[in-house]
Structure formats: C-alpha cells, structure tokens
C-alpha cells in the first residue's frame, strides 16, 4: 500500500482532508510517523531514516494531517491567553502537556503558577505548581508548596484525598531525589505506586522512572530495569516512556 494508506490508518481516517494546509484534521505521532517511514524506507529514495520521517511528515501534512501534538498545543495557548472562558482549562492543560509529555520546564512553571494563584484553593493546581518549582530547580520553594499541601490534603474530601495522596506522595519522592535522600525518595515512591487510584497515570509513569533511575544509581541494575519495565508497560505517550526505554538499553548515571 501507498505511505498515504499507512498516514490514513495511523490518523484513524477513511480520507484525507478536503483543504490540506487549511483545514487540519487529524494528527499523527512523531513516533507513527517514524513507523510508516520504516515500513515504506524503500519506496521513499530516502537517504536516511531521518529524512525518511520528514518525507512522510510532508505527505501527512498534504492531506491535512498534522505530524505531532504541535497544532494542539498552539491552539490551546491561543485558549489559555486570548479567551474569556476558556484560559482556565487551556492553562492546566498545558501544564499537564509541559510537564508531563511536550517536555518545557520554563513554560510548565509559568502556567502552572499562573492558575495555582489564581485558584490557591485548587489543590490540584497546587501540585503543579510544584512539580514545576523542582523541574526549575526552585527546591526551596519547592519546600515550602509542599509543606502547604501537606496542610491542605486533610481538608480535601476523602475521595479527592484518595486521588491526590499518591500525586503527593510522588512530589516528595522527587524532592527528597534532588535533595540526595534517596532512601526516603523511594518510601514515597513506594507509597505513591502502592496507593495509586487514579485513571490519570501520568504521575505513575514517572514514579516507576524514579524508582528505576535510583536503583541505576545503587548499581541494583535488575531492579532498576523492571522498575523501567513497568513504566513503558503503561503506554501512556508520556516522556517518562521515552526515558524509561533510554535508560533500559543504557543505566542512568545522575
């Protein structure tokens, strides 16, 4: 079949889009996109897999399929800085996909500060925030968000603390990480993956990374390789997975 064929499958379409370049309708991954150029390497007169990929990324474009989250996440900062209603949403969306899965520490930490202090009492916000501070190396006031959540948590209903407490549990293990506590990193590590009740498992992804990249770090390879093991085994398209098949072929150093 034509790479067209393949585009087609991957975006989940019977046919292309009937104003391409206008009219987006659909998208592919960067990691489908290098799935097809594989499949179709020899029909492509390609000199490399590299050039293969931005072949099909053209293709896709031509038939109105964009070749990765790009065209998302500009029109939700165009929601999170231009609409009335809707910024609220676009903001803590983005820090989810800046935090979580289009890796941008310096963005992540804007948005997610933003809607933290326009919404103080939103305890979810308040934990990006924090994840934010640490992926900016701001641990002191890191600390200090932590500390008020601790606070905080007890105050939410039992629901949304059963949710939440493992999403905590988390943030401490990643301080206690930067901080060279490893020991006390992996008992919140521990706690967070035991107690996980959240169909959002973007957090549990990241703490099985941890979980592995300290084990690298004690040289207890096997541990830290089924730690990576169960991260990639969620397929939640963070980049957690990404590193997580990094560091399996080859160990964290720190």
């Given at each position: 079949p034509p790479a067209s064929f393949f585009i087609r499958e991957a975006a989940k379409l019977k046919s292309g889009s009937q104003e391409p370049g206008r009219n987006i309708v659909a998208s592919i991954t960067k990691k489908q996109a290098e799935e097809i150029a594989k499949q179709k390497m020899n029909d492509l007169n390609a000199l490399d897999l590299e050039q293969a990929v931005k072949i099909i990324?053209?293709?896709?474009?031509?038939?109105?399929?964009?070749?990765?989250?790009?065209e998302g996440i500009r029109k939700m900062q165009t929601a999170a800085y231009e609409s009335t209603w809707a910024w609220i949403e676009a903001m803590s969306i983005l820090a989810i996909t800046y935090q979580f899965f289009d890796l941008n520490k310096e963005k992540g930490l804007e948005v997610s500060q933003t809607v933290s202090e326009k919404y103080p009492d939103n305890f979810g916000y308040g934990l990006y925030h924090a994840m934010g501070l640490m992926q900016n190396g701001k641990i002191n006031a890191a600390l200090?968000?932590?500390?008020?959540?601790?606070?905080?948590?007890?105050?939410?209903r039992p629901y949304h603390q059963k949710r939440y407490n493992p999403y905590l549990s988390y943030l401490w293990a990643n301080y206690y990480f930067l901080t060279n506590n490893k020991k006390a990193s992996l008992v919140y590590l521990d706690r967070c993956i035991n107690e996980y009740n959240s169909d959002l498992d973007i957090f549990l992804s990241n703490a099985f990374l941890l979980k592995g990249k300290i084990y690298d770090t004690q040289n207890k390879r096997f541990e830290a390789k089924r730690a990576y093991r169960k991260c990639i085994k969620l397929k939640n398209q963070t980049a957690a997975i990404d590193f997580a098949k990094q560091y399996l072929n080859e160990p964290f150093k720190g």
């Open positions: 990324s053209g293709r896709a474009r031509s038939m109105g399929i964009t070749p990765s989250r790009e200090e968000k932590l500390e008020l959540l601790n606070k905080k948590i007890v105050l939410q």
